[in-house]
């Protein structure tokens, strides 16, 4: 027996589930090494690639993953984007768990790979607030950001995939919400993303804005737009 054969053998007696704690573990795992790593190499290179390429590198790994996986598990790699499935009733309660573990353990797998291959500067790229700003400006630039992204999410399901250019667009959002909104909040939308890096470089102080915030935007707008859809669309 081939190895492909092989392969194809053991990924067939998984479990829908299950095949969707490997696509949400893998998928993030790739954005969360782009969006964090580009972060650590711009800081090694003394900040001379800049915002465009911190920008850059989590659009390609999110729109990138959403063409990898977004037909096994809807493309969340992202705890609150699974809030807001939950919301609109696309994933059950106990599909919510799965994606959650799946995406914490895909973060956290990516912060350390980052650590190992990439470097560890500016704090393995865990996000930063500006406090030059208001705190509430900051909160609230965090839940447009996120609130956002999930709009345009639930846009491209609503229009099944828009056209083949779902992944594109998606990762677009992700990245111009950090192009422009970065400096002020550090336009996380993540909450894994931000977790993972705060955790393994030990820089704690700011998580609880990324933990709250990102949940606030995309919660928001899955309540707005939840009408849209038919219960429970892709079940557990």
Do not use: C
Request: aromatic share 12%.
């Amino acid at each position: 027996m081939s190895k492909v054969s092989t392969f194809e053998s053991v990924v067939g007696k998984l479990s829908v589930n299950q095949k969707r704690f490997i696509a949400e573990l893998l998928g993030t795992f790739i954005v969360v090494v782009l969006a964090t790593g580009s972060v650590v190499i711009d800081a090694k290179s003394g900040g001379v690639l800049g915002l465009p390429f911190i920008a850059f590198a989590p659009f390609a790994g999110v729109a990138i993953s959403v063409y990898l996986f977004g037909k096994i598990s809807m493309a969340h790699f992202n705890p609150a984007v699974s809030v807001g499935f939950w919301i609109t009733k696309h994933i059950t309660k106990k599909l919510f768990v799965v994606y959650l573990f799946a995406e914490l353990v895909g973060a956290l797998l990516a912060s350390f790979f980052v650590s190992i291959v990439i470097g560890n500067e500016s704090n393995l790229g865990a996000n930063a607030p500006n406090y030059s700003y208001p705190l509430p400006v900051i909160f609230g630039i965090e839940v447009l950001a996120s609130a956002l992204l999930m709009a345009v999410i639930l846009t491209v399901v609503y229009t099944k995939g828009l056209k083949g250019f779902g992944g594109i667009v998606i990762g677009g959002i992700v990245g111009l919400d950090i192009l422009f909104l970065a400096f002020i909040s550090g336009a996380s939308m993540n909450p894994a993303r931000s977790l993972a890096p705060a955790l393994l470089s030990g820089v704690l102080a700011n998580i609880w804005i990324y933990w709250t915030a990102t949940f606030v935007g995309t919660s928001v707008i899955a309540l707005i737009l939840k009408n849209l859809f038919n219960p429970l669309s892709e079940n557990s």
